[in-house]
């Protein structure tokens, strides 16, 4: 897994995808396995991410670029698993539409459910228009990052990272509302 | 302007508006406007810029938390639930969320648990088993088990489960807050025990026994939750094991579960011998929080956790301690252990058995745990090589007996050194031994050997006993349970010359030194039984049996399982010496000793000891009794669903014998299937048995007219006994036989009759007796006939088929369709001879 990790950071496409084949099922185990006596765990993919980089073998080899690289790729795995959940959910619906509650203790009351599939959509579209700007959404909404972890793999400032994922947040609120 | 083209400005605009929305952020909020107004020429690209502005003040919370994929929905009070309404959530976790909810059919008032399962939990495939599983669950009732009322999916297609809502606190909690005593403590964990020991008589395994799953009400009954749950979820779970990621270690699980092994009932015996450890010491066997999965597996698997009894000395005063070390030293340390050992074959063999000797240490009666084979001992110091001694052990023992009596010595080597009590001073001391041996800086053995050399576990075990006589001086009994261990592991090694010397050291050394009434000396005996019948010097061999029987009687429990062993054993050698009659009546004694002891409960040694008597009276021409005994192993064998035994074949390969012998062809043809599918599995596909078992099935094809297909068989079967330098052994006339048969079904008689010439010759390497009673001569005799009457040579035929027909008819009577078989080909070579002497004519000269 080091070894195709450092293929993809060295632009070797294919060895993400593989990655992706190969960590997927783990991601879905642990979330599993996250249940151990205690109640109210939430789980956030750092938390994920953390358990599964801990057992890569060599990890502790490859250093934090590394790590924010394969944050990276867990967070576009769970937006996959977003994805695939809400249109699980929504194929048994007529209308199509899907609302999917997000993070509850965090939510503000009044806030409304977001539909995923349709966020899902126009980040393909801000991915066509800004590449960069929808990673960045990619990490932090879907991964969780933090902004200097996204610097890092972008290989851009923090201040930088800030600024695209207002941009992009007011560009997707606008095409959402 | 082409549509491409649209597209293409409206991108170019968009891009342009987010460069200068970022721009236009500089400037003070007011301002922001005529400052796009003055700089921005573009119209369209000002519109859309302004649009974001307005997006961006929006302000509130839009997607301010990260979108985790986990939460499911909340259900608001008063939501529906199939019959059930929800009240209020109780608890969310990885696993889902558990809502506490009332039936609200007006049938009747109960609370229940829901539990949902978590969205990403959800395989779409995992519904179907969610059901079947479901219905075992909704079987399983106990007064200390949550029961298991209801299930289904919403209309969502989330599934859930409810349950009987249980009021009370965790297990530890309740006996933390109660200040329980250790006899309450214990009373308590037995109760747990019960309606673990019930789900499994129904074969159904908790998987996630811990703290949180066991409540105890207010009452002070214990309840537990989710039985079942984690495998019904776990089916869920796609497992990738391509990967090197491993699962996260929970506190509870047994190696095997880290290790995503096969997961049994007794993975619940390791899981409820954590529970009572901490329990009863307040802690932990390990300290598993602060490490990585990869340090908490190795922890798990690899190292001994402290005693309990050491465990709660060491934590001092700072901790509040539940019951003093020196109530915990001795048996209960001894009964943790055995119930938490990493090994699930060594672990206790039921709840029941574990709960029992918790009872029996309750009543001061002395425990059934017995000290761990010293044998791990050594293997725990050759370290790198232990598994290669295991392995070795288990693969060699298993095939002592052969095809033709299966014995299960895998389960002996467990037990033989079981005897002696467990003092925990004396396995101190031969820990010791051990060390003074090879760890001391002092010891011969570096020098001899050097630091890191490459050492065979040989040279490992001759230097260790060695040692014996000097370093034990004073100890005879651990010399000689030291020796005997060395013993068993040149055993186990194959070096069977050694394992005969060493075991009668230590025969020598327990008749001089230890009174007639100690255990070890009938084990000393025993050892040196099977040294002998392992160097095949048959006649030495029994009379260190019977001793061993009779000291053993003298010396142990009359359920010993060790004097079913020897039983067993001594049935194994009147087998091969054909003293069928004794034979049988030792795996009777065998048998009866293991039957009391289980008490009705399955058991691997059981069935394979009614499938070695099965064999027993199939030699004996006793079909009826041996097709009963086969069935019975059968079905002993379906009762341990968990594991499939390599045993099952040959007890399959002797039942297909049966039925060819009694005419029912497919029937036959289907058992040696079987036996085949099992045996490629569990010997794996070049193993000399599996040759063995193909020419059954090769026989079975044939007499089913399936005679063009088994080419390949035969193929199979010969590269095997060749890749093993089997070809000129007498066990190749098993294949070489069959061979022979199939030739001859195709009218290949040359072939065949090389095939047969081949048996003829193997067979005079074992110089079985004419008169013997043996179906394989009278098969020889019978197919040498065939196939002369079908060369047209009736005269010198029948004198064949009339020795096969006599053998068969003493074996097993004339009414058997084998016998009915070989007298028709009789009257047929009878005709033909009349109808060739009324011609005239006489067989053709013989060739050569």
């Known amino acids: 897994m080091t070894r195709l990790l450092t293929d993809w950071q060295s632009g070797d496409l294919a060895a993400g995808d593989r990655l992706i084949r190969l960590i997927y099922p783990d991601l879905r185990r642990l979330a599993f396995r996250q249940l151990d006596g205690a109640a109210q765990v939430t789980l956030q993919p750092t938390a994920l991410v953390h358990e599964v980089w801990l057992k890569l073998d060599g990890a502790d080899r490859l250093g934090c670029e590394s790590r924010a690289h394969f944050m990276s790729l867990v967070a576009r795995i769970m937006r996959q698993i977003v994805i695939d959940h809400a249109r699980h959910r929504s194929a048994g619906k007529r209308d199509g539409g899907v609302r999917i509650t997000l993070h509850e203790q965090l939510r503000a009351p009044d806030q409304q459910d977001l539909d995923v599939l349709a966020l899902d959509q126009a980040l393909y579209r801000l991915a066509s228009i800004d590449k960069d700007k929808a990673r960045i959404v990619e990490m932090h909404y879907f991964g969780g990052m933090s902004s200097d972890e996204i610097a890092a793999v972008m290989g851009c400032s923090a201040i930088t990272v800030k600024r695209g994922w207002r941009t992009a947040k007011a560009w997707l609120r606008e095409q959402l509302e | ?848």
């Open chain 2, 1 to 848: 302007m082409g549509g491409q083209e649209a597209d293409s400005q409206a991108l170019t605009e968009q891009r342009l508006a987010l460069e200068w929305f970022e721009r236009s952020l500089d400037q003070p909020e007011a301002k922001r406007d005529a400052w796009l107004e003055e700089h921005c020429g573009d119209a369209g690209v000002r519109e859309r810029v302004r649009r974001l502005l307005v997006a961006d003040s929006g302000g509130d919370s839009f997607m301010e938390s990260p979108a985790y994929p986990l939460l499911e929905t909340m259900l608001p009070a008063g939501s529906r639930v199939g019959a059930y309404r929800v009240d209020r959530l109780i608890a969310e976790g990885g696993m889902g969320s558990v809502y506490l909810a009332h039936r609200d059919d007006g049938v009747y008032e109960q609370e229940v648990a829901i539990k949902f399962l978590h969205p990403l939990l959800r395989a779409p495939e995992a519904n179907r088993r969610f059901a079947s599983e479901r219905q075992i669950l909704a079987q399983l009732q106990h007064p200390n088990i949550a029961q298991m009322l209801d299930a289904g999916h919403t209309d969502e297609n989330v599934p859930y489960v409810v349950m009987e809502y249980v009021d009370g606190v965790s297990i530890t909690e309740f006996c933390r807050r109660n200040e329980t005593t250790l006899r309450d403590r214990l009373a308590l964990f037995r109760k747990v025990c019960s309606a673990v020991s019930a789900a499994h008589r129904v074969l159904i395994v908790h998987r996630d026994l811990k703290p949180g799953n066991i409540l105890v009400t207010a009452e002070g009954r214990p309840m537990l939750l989710d039985f079942g749950i984690a495998k019904m979820l776990d089916q869920g779970i796609e497992v990738n094991r391509a990967t090197t990621v491993m699962a996260l270690t929970p506190a509870y699980a047994s190696p095997e579960q880290i290790q995503r092994r096969t997961i049994t009932t007794s993975s619940d015996i390791y899981s409820l011998g954590v529970l009572l450890y901490e329990l009863l010491s307040g802690r932990r066997p390990y300290e598993l929080d602060r490490l990585s999965p990869a340090q908490a597996q190795s922890v798990v698997c690899d190292t001994a956790p402290p005693l309990l009894s050491q465990s709660v000395a060491a934590a001092g005063s700072d901790l509040v301690v539940p019951v003093p070390a020196r109530q915990l030293r001795g048996d209960l340390d001894v009964i943790v252990m055995k119930a938490m050992h990493k090994e699930p074959d060594r672990r206790y063999g039921s709840v029941q058995e574990f709960s029992e000797d918790i009872h029996r240490y309750l009543r001061g009666l002395p425990i059934h745990a017995r000290a761990d084979r010293v044998g791990y001992r050594v293997a725990k110091f050759v370290g790198r090589n232990r598994w290669a001694v295991v392995a070795a052990l288990m693969v060699l023992l298993s095939l002592v007996g052969g095809i033709l009596a299966s014995t299960w010595q895998a389960q002996r080597a467990e037990q033989a050194a079981l005897l002696a009590q467990a003092e925990q001073t004396k396995a101190e001391k031969i820990n010791a031994f051990y060390k003074n041996v090879f760890m001391s800086p002092s010891s011969q053995w570096l020098s001899s050997y050097g630091k890191g050399a490459d050492v065979s576990i040989e040279q490992v075990l001759d230097f260790a006993g060695s040692q014996v006589d000097s370093k034990l001086a004073s100890e005879p009994a651990l010399q000689v349970d030291v020796l005997d261990t060395l013993a068993l592991a040149f055993q186990g090694m194959g070096v069977y010359r050694k394992s005969l010397e060493v075991a009668r050291r230590a025969l020598e050394t327990a008749q001089r030194q230890l009174p007639a009434t100690s255990p070890l000396l009938a084990v000393a005996e025993y050892r040196v039984a099977q040294g002998y019948y392992l160097t095949t010097e048959l006649e030495q061999a029994e009379p260190h049996y019977l001793r061993a029987i009779s000291l053993a009687r003298e010396s142990m429990p009359a359920d010993a399982e060790v004097l079913a062993l020897m039983h067993n054993d001594l049935a194994v050698l009147y087998g091969d010496q054909h003293r069928l009659g004794e034979a049988e009546r030792e795996q009777q004694s065998a048998l009866d000793i293991l039957r009391r002891r289980m008490q009705g409960k399955p058991f691997p040694a059981i069935a394979i000891g009614i499938g070695n008597l099965g064999f027993l009276r199939m030699q004996r021409g006793n079909l009826k009794g041996a097709m009963d005994a086969f069935d019975s192993a059968e079905s002993m064998f379906a009762q341990m669903p968990d594991r499939e035994f390599a045993e099952k074949a040959i007890v399959l390969y002797n039942r297909s014998v049966v039925h060819t012998v009694n005419g029912e062809y497919a029937q036959a043809d289907a058992d040696a299937r079987q036996a085949v599918q099992i045996a490629e599995k569990q010997y794996g596909r070049d193993h000399p048995l599996l040759a063995t078992i193909l020419a059954r099935r090769i026989e079975t094809a044939v007499d089913l007219n399936e005679a063009d297909s088994v080419a390949p068989l035969v193929q199979r079967a010969r590269g095997i006994n060749a890749t093993h330098h089997n070809s000129d052994k007498p066990t190749s006339a098993r294949v070489e036989l069959p061979a022979a048969y199939w030739y001859l079904a195709r009218r290949d008689f040359a072939q065949a009759s090389k095939a047969l010439d081949t048996v003829e010759r193997l067979r005079r390497q074992v110089q079985v007796p004419d008169d013997r009673l043996d179906r394989v001569s009278a098969r020889i005799w019978a197919l040498r006939g065939e196939l002369l009457l079908a060369q047209g040579k009736p005269a010198q035929a029948r004198p064949l088929l009339q020795r096969a027909v006599d053998m068969e008819r003493k074996l097993y009577g004339p009414d058997v369709a084998e016998t009915r078989r070989f007298q028709a080909l009789l009257d047929k070579a009878g005709e033909a001879n009349a109808e060739d002497a009324a011609q005239g004519k006489r067989d053709p000269p013989q060739d050569g």
